[in-house]
Structures are given as C-alpha cells and as structure tokens.
C-alpha cells in the first residue's frame, strides 16, 4: 500500500525534472584565450572564488596599467582585448562550475527521494518502466 508520503515524493521528483529540463545543457568550453591566465590552466580550475581571484588580479591590472600610462604621460597600451577575453574565458568557467554543482545538487535529491519511495510506488513505477520499454 503507498504511503501518504509518495504523491509528495512524485510531486517533488517531477520538479527536479522539470528543472534538470530548464537547465539545458552544460556551457561548452570555447576559450578566447589559449586556455592559461595567470599560469593557471582554465580547465582544471574547480573553484568559483579562484575565478573570482584571477578575475579581480586582471581588473586590477587593467585599471592600474591606465592609471600608470595616464600618470606618466604615455598612450595607454592597448591591452584590453587580452584581458576582455581573459574576463570571458573566467566568466564561461563560472558557468560551467555552477551548473556542475546545480546538477549534482539535484541528482542527490532525486537519489534520496527515490531512497525514500516506498516498496509499492517502487513496484509501480518498475511497472510504468517496463510498459514505456514495450510500447
């Protein structure tokens, strides 16, 4: 017999669904750069707060290089377009980290939701499963 609590467990496995489906697929990695800023390879950083880091030394560097040009006197050099593309190539990888982590978030919910099924809507929707499979 289904317990009260599986029409809340369909309800909430179909809203993480719903949001896996929203979520689209994961952001591709298309550099701007060649994939190095600040001697750190783009594809191995894990961690938001080291984007945000190297995102700060870059716009650091960019306003001081104006102020210094501006100070002495000289053309500023044009060094935008590297660090503009170094900025993207940083923003892309937030991206792609914060959706890694949306969807392990919602793959642990859906696995503990599933845990706490019980036996009867497991049965159920083995059957559901199998009637898909056949038609």
């Known amino acids: ?16 669904e719903t949001k896996k489906g929203q979520m689209g697929t994961k952001p591709r990695a298309v550099w701007r750069t060649n994939g190095v800023i ?4 783009i594809n191995t950083i894990s961690s938001i707060d080291v984007c945000v ?10 306003d001081s290089i104006a102020k210094a040009c501006e100070f002495l006197g000289v053309p500023v050099k044009d060094s935008g377009t590297e660090t503009e593309d170094a900025l993207s190539d ?3 990888r937030v991206e792609m980290l914060q959706w890694d982590m949306e969807k392990k978030k919602l793959t642990a919910l859906e696995r503990q939701l599933k845990d706490l099924r019980s036996e009867d809507l497991k049965t159920e929707d083995a059957l559901d499963s199998i ?3 056949l038609g």
């Open 131 to 133: 009637v898909k499979d």
């Open 90 to 92: 940083l923003k892309l």
């Open 53 to 62: 880091a190297l995102a700060a030394k870059l716009l650091l560097m960019k």
């Open 38 to 41: 600040e001697e750190k390879n």
């Open 1 to 16: 017999m289904a317990t009260q609590n599986d029409a809340k467990i369909k309800a909430l496995l179909q809203t993480i």
